[in-house]
């Protein structure tokens, strides 16, 4: 059974850091393309990509909102993923959620992680 599960979220100043891991197993990971999707709280908020690497070639995608702050990595011997977030904002608040997919960016992922809070305080 695929698995994807999300560790490194929690509670940071503005300006500060995180590094979100997400470990697959369960599946060729070398196959797929990972990446990660945040929603923000309150009510209408949809679910955005955040950033995605491709486990075959390293072939990257970075949200504009994201992009020079933010930082995608894997390592195929560990199955994992890791997203390096610097000079983190209040509006990086949300929960994150590692995804899989077949394309960069992911258009439609075919598996979700269960999140990890994120939360930048001003």
């Known amino acids: 059974e695929a698995q994807l599960v999300e560790s490194g979220g929690g509670l940071v100043q503005a300006g500060g850091s995180l590094r979100l891991s997400c470990a697959a197993s369960?599946?060729?990971?070398?196959?797929?393309?990972i990446g990660w999707f945040r929603q923000a709280p309150g009510p209408g908020q949809e679910r955005e990509q955040v950033?995605?690497?491709?486990?075959?070639?390293?072939?990257?995608y970075y949200a504009d909102s994201v992009k020079g702050r933010f930082t995608i990595s894997k390592d195929n011997a560990k199955n994992t993923v890791y997203l390096q977030m610097n000079d983190l904002k209040p509006e990086d608040t949300a929960v994150y959620y590692c995804v899989r997919g077949y394309y960069v960016p992911i258009l439609d992922p075919d598996h979700w992680g269960q999140g990890t809070q994120v939360t930048v305080s001003s």
């Open positions: 950033s995605c690497i491709s486990s075959r070639d390293g072939r990257t």
């Open positions: 369960g599946f060729a990971f070398d196959d797929y393309v």
